[in-house]
């Protein structure tokens, strides 16, 4: 394939993937308009209802613009063959392929965290804070930064280094040996994320106790769930909207609790809510997310190892010699199609085991006060409660509060 195709290719994708996303996002915009379905009624009285359409109306214009904007400097980049010019700077200073390869990517990094830090604080003081969402301060934000900077530079920078590493000695058959790599890292990523990574931004304390402890500890005896590891997290140190989830594996397995979310919920909600995440745990829905992002990556790796060496691509970027950094961005935007193909297989079965743990909730518990916990944090996040099902099937990890309500409510 010829160094022109290839650029056409990489123009066009960019530009499709864009225009999708538009096209999903102004009908979900037109369907967030909607009348509240008749089995959701009460969740909004008229003042919050129109508060939320006013947070979804400026929200979606923030983020048209941002896509706009990201779109136009990614065609420029590549249209220009900024990428290519970048390649030949650093070169001026170095023959090693290994450290131009980390100095390309750490400047691509960089560049791309300083255009993004003026959006991010107008998203989080500005519009969040508009709203009542923000409990983030400027400290916190910028500590978050450089918390991220040094995380980055560390893993990051060390899985790219052995990524440059095997593919300079082991040529196309690379991809085995750090998939088995990458493999390692995310089992141990799933085990330590919230007993080492997590508590660098969140404080995670044991629950207290109290009638909710109370409450839980009957129910994890009752389905046989081991109680050591639940834990409160101080999420209103960022924002108001509340949140659960379930992470880990083996014993290192949490359930974590936000602290706005014991806030606003009764100990029945929340120990509803509790039995949701069990139910993840009891239907093994971690072990198999993890074994299909591990089954992704090693075909994403070989598909990579494909076209790695391909001067076509690299002269397609704007480079004038073939590199392998080049290679590696230019597979990132030729994989967007497959990637979102996989994302939506992905949601696919995501939102089937948010049903399951749900069903599992109702059975081992009561359905009531999980759908009374749920249409509250709807409430309390402003959500859009008739997203468009297109924008749902393409993008929604968990079904809409309508669908969870009524398959409740037909197992109660």
Do not use: C
Not at 21 to 38: D, Q
Not at 48 to 71: L, P
Not at 270 to 278: R, S
């Amino acid at each position: 394939m010829s160094e022109q195709v290839i650029f056409t290719i990489l123009l066009g994708i960019i530009s499709a993937d864009f225009l999708l996303e538009r096209v999903l996002n102004f009908l979900n915009s037109k369907s967030a308009r909607k009348a509240i379905p008749s089995e959701l009624e009460g969740i909004y009285d008229q003042e919050q209802y129109a508060k939320s359409q006013e947070y979804h109306r400026v929200t979606d214009q923030f983020a048209v613009f941002s896509a706009v904007f990201s779109f136009v400097l990614m065609f420029l980049a590549i249209w220009l063959g900024w990428f290519g010019l970048l390649d030949e700077w650093i070169r001026a200073f170095t023959d090693s392929e290994l450290i131009t390869t980390l100095v390309f990517f750490g400047v691509i990094f960089i560049l791309s965290d300083l255009i993004g830090i003026p959006f991010s604080l107008y998203q989080n003081f500005v519009i969040e804070e508009r709203f009542g969402f923000n409990k983030m301060t400027i400290k916190t934000f910028w500590m978050d930064k450089v918390k991220g900077y040094v995380l980055t530079i560390l893993i990051g920078g060390g899985l790219l280094t052995l990524l440059i590493y095997l593919i300079d000695f082991m040529g196309t058959d690379f991809w085995i040996y750090f998939w088995v790599v990458a493999t390692i890292f995310v089992l141990l990523l799933n085990v330590f994320y919230t007993s080492l990574l997590l508590p660098l931004f969140n404080k995670l304390t044991p629950i207290a106790e109290g009638e909710l402890r109370t409450s839980i500890e009957n129910y994890s005896q009752k389905v046989g769930f081991p109680l050591t590891n639940i834990f409160v997290m101080d999420g209103s140190k960022r924002s108001s909207k509340g949140n659960a989830f379930f992470s880990g594996l083996g014993k290192k397995k949490k359930v974590v609790l936000f602290d706005t979310l014991i806030e606003k919920h009764t100990t029945e909600e929340l120990t509803a809510v509790f039995a949701h995440e069990v139910g993840h745990y009891k239907k093994k829905h971690i072990i198999l997310g993890t074994i299909i992002s591990i089954a992704s990556m090693g075909f994403m790796l070989y598909l990579m190892s494909l076209m790695i060496f391909n001067g076509e691509v690299s002269e397609a970027m704007g480079g004038s010699v073939s590199a392998i950094h080049l290679n590696i961005l230019a597979f990132f935007i030729l994989y967007t199609p497959l990637s979102r193909v996989l994302s939506i297989f992905g949601n696919v079965i995501s939102r089937k085991n948010e049903y399951e743990a749900d069903a599992y909730a109702v059975s081992t518990y009561d359905g009531e006060p999980l759908i009374n916990a749920l249409k509250k944090m709807s409430s309390d996040h402003l959500s859009n409660l008739t997203p468009h099902p297109a924008y749902v099937f393409m993008n929604y990890s968990h079904p809409p509060l309508l669908q969870r309500v009524k398959a409740m409510l037909s197992k109660m």
